[in-house]
């Protein structure tokens, strides 16, 4: 092998006798960075072994960083390669569960029973090719049956085997006895071009993928969602989508719950977590829900600003003073100088034994204290800080939806998660504090 290196070039005899040097230092660089790679996917792989040893019976709790360090050793190591792909999945049916977010929730009908009876309709709730979009095997996706994992129909399944589910896509079967209607609508894959509203028709896409693009649902979700929604005592409509669609307030007011369920690719089950309660509903809109077509654009700062739904809205499952509680039972050392006017807001007399907020004013100002004390506030979700304007917003939300909420409300929401992403925690705040009295 060193005659042939000879031979061709790549090394070349030193002074010292049977030393060798490369003859070009860029092909030196090159071999001494494949070698430190090696050795840093090796260490990923040792590392994500030692992790998942560590969490044991919670490794699952952590499936995002397992998944990072199995999937980088699998590119050298095949045999880590079963591990990366249970963690990804993992990992992912937690992201989709906590991106999917709750739009409307009247009466509580989220979460679900899992012994409920079930009438499941609409043409995405069982088809894993819409909800995986563009991008998917093609350029525009194709809907049908094109990748493996869960679609959100097999999740409910999964979720809640003891659910009595009829499942009906055009909810032509009959309703029966159901207590809950879940319809899931929205759109077919694409991607741009032939995705955009007024575009061409993809004429080479599979049959669905060729309607005519809207920012509104399709005549025939609009009819499945006025079907169930007429028949069943409880309704939940999901919208799978990759952008925003208008809902006709005829409808709005027909559903129950309305959950923006985006595109849960292969993670069907995810959506049925939240569904179920298997996972609280936490997810924020990233952008403006739109009231109607003519408002499109519409964004935060806009000076005529009345959306469906504000950027930053999304209505939560959990427990509100337990998950208060437990920020202030896992508070950092520079967390700790706010715990004193947290515990006070904690007071059992503020709340009620639901866990929602009984004294709003009371907790608004103690929790503010508790903001002010924090010099620099990590807004980390889950930390004290991000805490503290979870329970800001839910209580800006409750008066929003209840219909006592100031003049503004949609703009205050908006305003104070645009200050958030920009690590104005202070301004974010008084905002959504205003929002809430």
Request: overall charge neutral; proline content about 5%; glycine content about 10%.
């Amino acid at each position: 092998m060193v005659e042939e290196a000879l031979e061709a070039r790549v090394i070349e005899e030193t002074e010292q006798a049977g030393r060798y040097r490369f003859t070009h230092a860029q092909m030196q660089e090159t071999l001494l960075a494949e070698l430190s790679t090696t050795r840093r996917v090796r260490l990923h792989g040792q590392v994500g072994a030692a992790l998942e040893k560590r969490y044991g019976a919670r490794a699952e709790e952590r499936a995002g960083r397992l998944a990072m360090h199995f999937t980088e050793a699998a590119t050298l190591s095949p045999r880590f390669g079963e591990k990366a792909a249970k963690y990804s999945a993992v990992a992912g049916r937690q992201a989709v569960a906590q991106s999917q977010v709750l739009l409307k929730n009247s009466g509580n009908a989220l979460p679900l029973r899992r012994d409920a009876r079930l009438y499941v309709a609409g043409r995405n709730a069982d088809d894993i090719g819409n909800q995986a979009g563009g991008w998917t095997i093609q350029w525009q996706g194709v809907s049908g049956d094109t990748i493996p994992g869960t679609t959100i129909l097999e999740g409910i399944r999964e979720v809640a085997p003891g659910a009595r589910v009829t499942f009906s896509a055009d909810a032509s079967a009959p309703v029966g006895d159901a207590d809950v209607g879940v319809v899931v609508v929205g759109e077919t894959p694409y991607a741009e071009g032939y995705g955009d509203v007024g575009g061409p028709e993809c004429g080479w896409c599979t049959v669905p993928q060729q309607e005519e693009k809207s920012l509104r649902l399709q005549p025939g979700d609009r009819a499945v969602v006025d079907r169930v929604c007429a028949a069943v005592p409880t309704c939940v409509v999901l919208v799978v989508s990759g952008r925003t669609q208008v809902v006709d307030p005829a409808q709005l007011g027909a559903a129950d719950a309305l959950v923006a369920s985006w595109l849960p690719g292969s993670e069907g089950a995810g959506v049925a977590d939240v569904l179920f309660g298997r996972q609280p509903f936490t997810g924020r809109l990233p952008v403006t829900w739109p009231r109607s077509e003519t408002q499109v654009p519409i964004n935060v700062g806009d000076p005529s600003y009345d959306p469906l739904f504000p950027y930053g809205w999304g209505l939560r499952t959990d427990s509100t003073r337990a998950r208060l509680q437990a920020a202030a039972d896992h508070a950092t050392p520079a967390e700790r100088a706010a715990l004193r006017d947290v515990r006070t807001a904690l007071a059992a007399r503020n709340w009620n034994s639901d866990g929602s907020v009984r004294d709003a004013a009371a907790v608004l100002r103690f929790l503010g204290n508790a903001l002010d004390r924090l010099r620099h506030p990590d807004l980390a979700p889950g930390g004290l800080a991000d805490t503290i304007m979870s329970v800001a917003r839910d209580l800006a939300q409750a008066r929003a939806v209840a219909g006592t909420a100031p003049a503004g409300w949609a703009r205050l929401i908006a305003d104070a998660d645009h200050a958030l992403a920009d690590g104005r925690a202070a301004q974010a705040y008084v905002l959504l504090a205003r929002a809430a009295t």
